[in-house]
């Protein structure tokens, strides 16, 4: 519905999920079912979808505290899974289950950090969009992470009229070409300036 552009239809649609907070949106109020699961029966990529509705119909702020209040939640998961307990902080893992853990936690983070950068953006609040981009620059695992990022900074710069500032990630991409990284750089260089 949303890529159609039916946003009012959606909304009224998930009206009838409320916040996912309700008791029957949970493995524990099923024991018979999931004996000893814990946690959502709600997808994450769903409360995502949910979390970000309400800017898709003139309501960023909303969609915005949404957002952090997903944030919150996934940090308090990563905080206790850095301490080797459970997600939800009531047991412990072992630690090949902390490492698959981490991995998927921190990577709904970033999904969710992208989607506050949308957000920022459509609410024009560039310094903000700029301060999380340049964050998951920093926290960049892969060279082609962090060129992607740069790239949207680039193109986030161009947006808020900085051409100054669009310029440096430009050249930082031209400075990679003149280190023997053409394969890699090019085509984030090249995306930025088709942009």
């Known amino acids: ?11 009224k649609e998930a009206e009838a999920f409320g916040d996912f907070n309700k008791p029957d949106m949970y493995y524990q109020f099923y024991p018979e079912q999931y004996e000893n699961r814990t946690g959502s029966l709600v997808p994450f990529s769903l409360r995502l979808l949910i979390a970000e509705l309400p800017g898709h119909v003139d309501k960023p702020e909303l969609a915005m505290d949404r957002l952090y209040g997903m944030l919150d939640v996934i940090e308090k998961m990563l905080s206790n899974l850095n301490e080797s307990k459970t997600e939800d902080g009531t047991g412990s893992v072992s630690e090949e ?3 698959q853990s981490v991995r998927l936690w921190s990577g709904r983070r970033v999904r969710v950090l992208h989607s506050i950068v949308n957000c920022a ?4 609040d560039y310094r903000l969009a700029t301060k999380i981009l340049s964050s998951l620059q920093k926290d960049s695992s892969t060279p082609q992470q962090e060129r992607a990022v740069l790239s949207a900074l680039c193109r986030l710069q161009l947006l808020a009229g900085n051409v100054r500032a669009a310029n440096k990630y430009v050249d930082l991409g031209l400075i ?3 280190h023997g990284k053409w394969q890699t750089t090019c085509p984030y260089v090249f995306y930025t ?3």
């Open 176 to 178: 990679d070409i003149a």
């Open 193 to 195: 300036w088709a942009d």
């Open 1 to 11: 519905m949303l890529r159609i552009q039916l946003n009012e239809a959606l909304v």
């Open 121 to 124: 953006i459509s609410m024009k």
């Open 97 to 99: 289950d902390k490492l």
